[in-house]
């Protein structure tokens, strides 16, 4: 296993410059990898999220750059400083955890003090602790007792609780998960709108996409224990890596396909649905293996002649649509309808081959 001397970390000056750069980060749990040899840039001023489903890595990849895991091999550095050996409490970082972990007997003005007391940073105490409230609208509040303050705005008092010290990086481990869908989607647009006003790097935790393309600038997708893919969330989404990828993110139908013919950026693939010819990403070739990815904008109902017929088997109400399921020749595929059809009804589809493509197999 490669250990941390032996990890290098170079900067190409000409990128946006790095706050925290790690290099072949590892981590198991007796014989279960955790983390599996990452490589991760965090740029500075940026909102980066890591995405995935439980158990990829990411949690464990956020508690060594605070560090309360110690890497089994690689390197951190922050500011181009090591952070090998450096205790969490003497790291300029901070964290928000899923549970704010607020002290119930403590006020919210001596809850955002607390760190700084801890430090013997007494001086000018009092115009941090109100500067760090008003940040987050939370002035008013400062005689409260957590348990009178809603989950909304307890997670408001954790976030000024790890301003406050002006860390060089703010790291959020899933902090809106026990909060109602309407909360979420309100303390996203306040934690969006404080990071821009803060001007501080964060490190999102989450395995809720919405959430992460609501936030982020850089998305990290997971998959057991390694990135799959990074990029900002238009890339994530319009062109997925792999297979693994383009499942979890946006509710896709993966379609086996074997790849015909391919050129830059395009490829003929034969699937169950017949001869397709698409976008391609993740430069395949002919004979590859790969998947034909339909999301519900990729097919439509056919008014006129239709290349494919089946049958409708489920129709789901969502509010401002009805996602519909049809099953052709044995492919279930989703399409968006404001006028559902009939549950049993056969029916026409075209596929709409711009907003299609195809991708290679996830290892």
């Known amino acids: 296993m490669t250990s941390a001397a032996d990890v290098r970390i170079t ?8 706050l925290l750069a790690a290099r072949g980060l590892a981590k198991s749990y007796g014989r279960a990898p955790a ?5 991760l840039d965090i740029p500075e001023r940026a909102f980066t999220t890591l995405l995935g489903p439980s158990g990829c890595g990411k949690t464990t990849i956020l508690r060594m750059i605070a560090g309360f895991e110690t890497p089994d091999a690689g390197r951190i550095e922050l500011d181009g400083q090591s952070l ?9 970082v901070n964290t928000v955890f899923q549970s704010y972990a607020l002290f119930p007997h403590l006020s919210v003005y001596e809850n955002v003090a607390f760190s700084l007391r801890l430090r013997g940073q007494e001086p000018n105490l009092d115009n ?5 409230l008003d940040s987050v609208h939370m002035g008013e509040f400062g005689d409260r007792l957590p348990h009178q303050l809603s989950g909304g705005q307890q997670q408001r008092v954790a976030v000024a609780r ?15 998960s026990a909060l109602d869908r309407k909360m979420r989607g309100h303390l996203q647009i306040e934690l969006k709108d404080l990071q821009r006003r803060l001007g501080i790097a964060f490190v999102y935790v989450t395995h809720d996409q919405e959430e992460a393309f609501a936030l982020s600038d850089i998305i990290v997708v997971m998959n057991k224990g390694k990135i799959a893919q990074k990029a900002d ?10 297979s693994f990828v383009a499942d979890f993110i946006g509710g896709a139908t993966l379609v086996p396909a074997t790849v ?31 998947v034909l990815v339909v999301r519900p904008e990729g097919v439509a109902v056919a ?15 969502q509010g401002e649509r009805t996602l519909v399921e049809v099953v052709v020749n044995g492919v279930r595929l989703s399409i968006a309808s404001h006028e559902p059809p009939a549950v049993g009804a056969v029916i026409g589809l075209r596929l709409i081959p711009d907003r299609l493509f195809v991708t290679r197999l996830a290892t």
């Open 11 to 18: 900067r190409d000056p000409a990128t946006t410059p790095l």
């Open 35 to 39: 983390v599996a040899g990452v490589d």
């Open 84 to 92: 090998a050996g450096v205790p969490p409490e003497r790291r300029p």
């Open 128 to 132: 941090r602790v109100r500067r760090a």
């Open 162 to 176: 790890a301003i406050i010290a002006e860390p060089r990086l703010l790291l959020l481990d899933e902090p809106l």
């Open 233 to 242: 969330p238009h890339t994530i989404y319009a062109c997925p890596a792999d």
């Open 260 to 290: 015909a013919a391919a050129a830059p950026g395009r490829a003929s693939v034969d699937t169950p649905l017949g001869l397709i010819e698409t976008a391609a990403v993740g430069g395949l070739a002919a004979g590859d293996r790969a």
């Open 303 to 317: 008014e006129g002649a239709a290349s494919l017929t089946g049958a409708v088997t489920h129709a789901v109400f």
